[in-house]
């Protein structure tokens, strides 16, 4: 089992709808998580990070952590074409020499067509 | 502020030849990560370091892989001799806590 997963898509959704990645993790430890979008051949940009059980908004995107089932997903209203990137799942690792180590998910490529 | 820089965007190189990466990081970072995204695979951790020290280098795939961070500033990553699988996109991201990851654009290497 890989310590953190994603569905790599590619998931397609019409402009205006919302779009919904999910990411499962493994390791019942761990305490936070980020979302970073990547356009094609750029860096990953965080957009949202999350700790605590719940939801978190920022302008259209809610991230949502449920730590009892080990997952986490990020929801995108009102989708964009602008939107169209791939999504990843990172979870830091804390303790020991590892200090902020990342694990990553595979990503999911999100095409949001007009 | 200026944003984690790495050059070359991209090499190609021959197998066997050796390549360097540079990665500059957005200064008064401490922290100094690399990274790799093999073609079809997730980004993995690579190695970590605290200004000038190597907080953790397991993810370093074997000895012909060689970083270093001079003078806590400025870090670069040798290949030598390079594989054929080390074709891949290399990330540097740096950050001055838990939270602030920046990643670079990254360098696309290339081996034939």
């Known amino acids: 089992q890989k310590e953190v997963e994603q569905n790599s898509g590619p998931l397609s959704v019409p402009e205006g709808a919302i779009a919904s990645l999910n990411c499962t993790y493994s390791?019942?430890?761990?305490?936070?998580f980020f979302w970073y979008r990547q356009y094609s051949g750029k860096s990953p940009e965080l957009i949202m990070f999350?700790?605590?059980?719940g939801d978190k908004e920022d302008g259209r995107f809610t991230a949502q952590l449920n730590k009892a089932s080990q997952y986490v997903s990020l929801l995108i209203r009102d989708s964009q074409p602008s939107d169209s990137a791939t999504y990843l799942c990172?979870?830091?690792?804390?303790?020991?020499?590892?200090?902020?180590?990342?694990?990553f998910g595979q990503g999911t490529i999100l095409t949001v067509h007009p | 502020e200026a944003g984690v820089t790495q050059f070359p965007s991209h090499s190609v190189i021959e197998k066997g030849q050796t390549v360097t990466l540079r990665c500059d990081p957005i200064s008064g970072h401490d922290n100094l990560y690399w990274y790799r995204r093999v073609m079809g695979k997730e980004i993995k951790f690579l190695l970590h370091?605290?200004?000038?020290?190597?907080?953790?280098e397991s993810g370093m795939p074997n000895n012909r892989f060689l970083a270093e961070r001079t003078g806590g500033t400025y870090s670069t990553l040798k290949v030598q001799p390079a594989e054929l699988e080390d074709s891949g996109v290399y990330f540097c991201a740096s950050s001055p806590d838990r939270y602030g990851y920046t990643f670079g654009s990254g360098t696309r290497l290339t081996v034939v």
């Open positions: 370091f605290v200004k000038e020290s190597k907080q953790d």
């Open positions: 999350i700790y605590s059980n």
């Open positions: 990172a979870v830091p690792r804390w303790g020991g020499t590892s200090y902020g180590k990342l694990t």
């Open positions: 390791d019942r430890g761990s305490q936070s």
